[in-house]
Nanobody
């Protein structure tokens, strides 16, 4: 079992930066792929970024490529999403998720564990 807790969200002006953290409990976190998703009001939850269990590969949604960077520190059981050049359209609740088998990391339903989410609001 893996429990995930996100932190680092908040209010930021357009062009600013935030770093989200996803802290995990449970011994299997280091063997899980980690994904970040976001959900804006009235919209479906969408893929943002993912990283393989060992950090060897990362994947990004086209909308965030070049602006967001996902990393992890398995010794600390934590994953980090660095978000630069934020835009008002990045406003959403951001969720961290863990996937035990690491297949098709773009799909919401492939993930086994989810955090409670952290709000990111970008003002224009």
């Amino acid at each position: 079992q893996v429990q995930l807790v996100e932190s680092g969200g908040g209010l930021v002006q357009a062009g600013g930066s935030l770093r989200l953290s996803c802290a995990a409990s449970g011994r299997t976190f280091s063997s899980c792929a980690v994904g970040w998703f976001r959900q804006a009001p009235g919209k479906e939850r969408e893929f943002v970024a993912a990283i393989t269990w060992n950090g060897g590969r990362t994947y990004y949604a086209e909308l965030v490529t070049g602006r967001f960077t996902l990393s992890r520190d398995n010794a600390k059981n934590t994953a980090y999403l660095r978000m630069n050049s934020l835009k008002p359209e990045d406003t959403a609740v951001y969720y961290c998720a863990a996937d035990r088998d690491g297949s098709n990391l773009y799909r919401v339903h492939n993930y086994d564990y989810w955090g409670q989410g952290t709000q990111v609001t970008v003002s224009s």
